[in-house]
């Protein structure tokens, strides 16, 4: 199967920037390949709406509201990747969502507190990441 050149959308989670763990995971990404697009510290605690909108297929959800309030909780860094299969490399290098499932070595098998505390987020296909980059940046093309 050839590998395709794409772009991904990664936000690292409140909370994370003052563990001295965001040079680690900037790097894991770079040094698998993937190149930093653009990235953006942003106060998501200021635009509650932008994160209604990103996790908005969890609306209906009973964890929904919980997630929201962390989500908006502090800074975020929200990043574009991009890279050869750049969305399955993200999540790979991200591991699983509940970082008790997660296997050491990954972002969240090694600093995941707990499945809403996990560290970062990834895109998990190629219309989420569309969605998401639009949603977080304003790019001219």
Do not use: C, W
Request: proline share 4%; aromatic share 6%.
């Amino acid at each position: 199967m050839s590998k395709k050149v794409e772009r991904t959308f990664v936000m690292i989670k409140p909370g994370n920037l003052d563990r001295e763990i965001i040079d680690d995971i900037l790097m894991r990404f770079v040094k698998k390949g993937l190149r930093i697009v653009k990235s953006e510290l942003t106060e998501p605690n200021k635009d509650k709406e932008l994160m209604e909108k990103h996790y908005a297929e969890h609306r209906e959800k009973d964890f929904f509201e919980a997630l929201i309030s962390y989500a908006t909780s502090g800074p975020v860094i929200s990043m574009i990747l991009e890279g050869e299969d750049a969305i399955a490399v993200a999540r790979e290098i991200a591991g699983a969502t509940d970082p008790k499932e997660a296997e050491p070595g990954t972002i969240r098998g090694d600093y995941g507190i707990d499945i809403q505390r996990n560290v970062v987020h990834t895109s998990d296909s190629e219309a989420a990441a569309r969605r998401e980059i639009a949603l977080h940046f304003k790019l001219n093309h």
